[in-house]
């Protein structure tokens, strides 16, 4: 059973960078047709979808985001990470990341304060 787990600063004070990063367990992040998605929570408010890296290596991205964040993977690791450029207090939120397969991971809280 693939199991997902988020790892991030928890913290972070506003324009700073973010970096969060995803470890697969009891599978492959190369497996063929498999999507790992970034999202987030907001508190109050709904999901939302950032990006995700195919099996292939191929990111998509939120339009809304693109020009804010990148995906990037390490498959030695089977690691997904999640890299957003600055942050502001906007970005407050609970951040998964699921595979298309419908695993989630626990999620990590992200609060961006001065």
């Known amino acids: 059973q693939v199991q997902l787990q988020e790892s991030g600063p928890g913290l972070l004070k506003p324009s700073h960078p973010l970096s969060l990063t995803c470890t697969v367990s009891?599978?492959?992040?190369?497996?063929?047709?498999?999507?790992w998605s970034w999202i987030r929570q907001p508190p109050g408010k709904g999901l939302e979808w950032m990006g995700a890296m195919a099996y292939s290596g191929n990111t998509y991205y939120s339009p809304s985001l693109e020009s804010l964040i990148s995906i990037s993977r390490d498959t030695s690791k089977n690691q997904v990470t999640l890299q957003l450029i600055s942050v502001t207090p906007e970005d407050t939120a609970v951040y998964y990341c699921?595979?298309?397969?419908?695993?989630w991971g626990q999620g990590t809280q992200v609060t961006v304060s001065s």
């Open positions: 699921a595979d298309t397969g419908g695993s």
């Open positions: 009891g599978g492959s992040i190369t497996t063929n047709n498999f999507y």
